[in-house]
């Protein structure tokens, strides 16, 4: 039997080694919270005023690795039913980093339902991570959403990306982007673009956590979209619906049910001040008065110099009214862009199948007059601009400093060059690209092109030598684009236009 000494020895020694292993653990972290900063504040609380993810994830000196985890059960399910969204529990390993308790889904509209009732076998979808979907308030270096989007409908991997470019270059915010290699429990999924989500982490970012962020979004969609529906829209194209509760911006009286379409699609807190901040805006939109007071309207012309630019018709400017974000502060609108993959004409659809055979009118569609299949008096965020002649000139110098200091100098070119470099290798091993990678070449060359005939237009139009209306325009004076085809971009083709895709 031991001796009471020894035991107490015995005791003694035990906790100056617990004592020594939980100083080790101690000074460990320390010199872990020294040497690697970020990794000691991976996961942190909302609204902490770090943006650290802006230089993670969206580096895009290079491509990442996204790695997900899930059940094996949760795998089979969310491929044999991506069209429920359900978020699955899961394990993000990102770079090597490995976040817990995060949740995983399918997301989008036309990239989701017409592949996943498409007539050939893919199961390619846009993908979410929610990192406080299963704990709130934990994110990724400040990130609480990541979008993984497929590329659908864009051959050129980047349509998004030189949009997004193009924005900050004309001075106003848009979503961070980059590259990732997806694999979903050890099966390659292929090259995704990583997109920044316009939520709490955005609003951080680029608004130091003020004000809300709202999702315009016309409710016409039924919720649950079946396998004819789609059949239906393939062969038919979309249904314009008849209604509309805010999304066009008309001021229709002070009944906050008359505006669902915003404030039911607050992407950030907000409160009845802010709903009725949102109306009092609308109304006064509606008048053309004070409209300094309501609204921001430099980052307006900002934007809209852009967008009108690119030619994005699954947006505001089209007939189905989504797409875009605004955000309220102070009680003052702003706009956001969001989801560029069908610009430059891409969306022959709304555009008109004839574009497909004249993309020289496309190219030179008039600045002044940016709408298609949509009446002026229906759109008058975009008349903020089109009826005050001052605006509308700041509006033409915007897009002059655009094209001097961005298009016309090899910026925007040498930026596609280096991307195409950098993704061709990942393409090309790509398992279920939407395209080849001798076609992701020729989408690249085919862009490049649509630049340079979009860019001579608007300097033709900013320099009087072709009209700014397109109902005014002489062929004679338009940028030659006959020998762009528009579909070798990647293009949502229905209805009428179906065999030419």
């Not at 000494?5 to 653990?25: A, H, L, P, Q």
Request: charged share 25%.
């Amino acid at each position: 039997m031991m001796s009471m000494s020894t035991v107490e020895r015995i005791s003694n020694r035990d906790k100056r080694m617990r004592k020594c292993f939980g100083m080790t653990i101690f000074l460990s972290f320390c010199l872990l919270s020294i040497l690697c900063p970020a990794f000691a504040h991976a996961w942190q609380e909302e609204g902490g005023g770090q943006v650290a993810y802006s230089e993670k994830i969206f580096d895009r000196s290079y491509v990442h690795r996204i790695d997900v985890l899930l059940n094996e059960e949760d795998r089979t399910n969310l491929l044999d039913d991506p069209v429920s969204k359900t978020k699955y529990p899961a394990q993000v390993v990102i770079d090597g980093e490995t976040f817990s308790d995060v949740t995983f889904s399918t997301k989008g509209f036309s990239s989701l339902y017409f592949v996943a009732y498409g007539e050939e076998e893919s199961r390619r979808y846009s993908f979410k991570v929610d990192f406080g979907g299963l704990e709130e308030g934990r994110t990724y270096y400040g990130l609480d959403k990541l979008s993984l989007n497929s590329l659908f409908c864009d051959n050129t991997w980047m349509k998004d990306l030189i949009c997004y470019d193009l924005f900050r270059d004309a001075g106003t915010e848009a979503p961070l982007v980059s590259y990732a290699w997806l694999t979903v429990n050890g099966v390659d999924q292929g090259l995704y673009m990583a997109v920044e989500d316009i939520k709490k982490g955005y609003l951080n970012r680029v608004y130091q956590g003020e004000g809300v962020i709202y999702s315009v979004e016309n409710a016409g969609a039924p919720d649950n979209i079946t396998a004819e529906m789609v059949e239906y829209v393939r062969k038919n194209g979309f249904v314009t619906s008849g209604e509309c509760h805010g999304a066009d911006l008309v001021y229709t009286g002070d009944d906050p049910s008359s505006y669902t379409d915003i404030i039911d699609h607050a992407e950030t807190d907000a409160t009845q001040q802010d709903h009725t901040e949102v109306i009092a805006a609308i109304r006064e939109l509606s008048l053309g008065e004070n409209l300094n007071d309501y609204f921001d309207v430099e980052e307006i012309i900002r934007f809209f110099a852009v967008h009108n630019f690119v030619l994005n018709y699954d947006s505001y400017t089209g007939n189905q009214l989504n797409n875009l974000k605004l955000h309220q502060s102070n009680g003052k609108l702003s706009a956001i862009p969001w989801d560029y993959n069908l610009s430059f004409g891409t969306y022959p659809t709304i555009i008109g199948f004839d574009t497909l055979e004249d993309p020289t009118w496309l190219v030179n569609l008039g600045i002044d007059t940016p709408l298609i299949d949509a009446d002026e008096e229906k759109r008058p965020l975009w008349q903020l601009i089109r009826n005050d002649l001052e605006r509308l000139d700041r509006y033409h110098e915007i897009l002059s400093m655009l094209i001097e200091e961005s298009l016309s100098e090899g910026k925007v070119e040498a930026k596609m060059d280096e991307t195409e470099q950098q993704l061709l290798p990942w393409v090309q091993r790509d398992p279920t690209a939407f395209c080849s990678a001798e076609e992701f070449e020729t989408a690249c060359e085919t862009l490049r092109e649509f630049l340079a005939c979009r860019t001579e237009s608007v300097r033709r139009q900013l320099a009087g030598e072709l009209s700014a209306d397109s109902g005014d325009q002489k062929r004679e004076d338009m940028v030659d684009a006959s020998g762009i085809r528009i579909l070798n971009m990647g293009a949502l083709v229905l209805g009428e236009g179906k065999s030419e895709d």
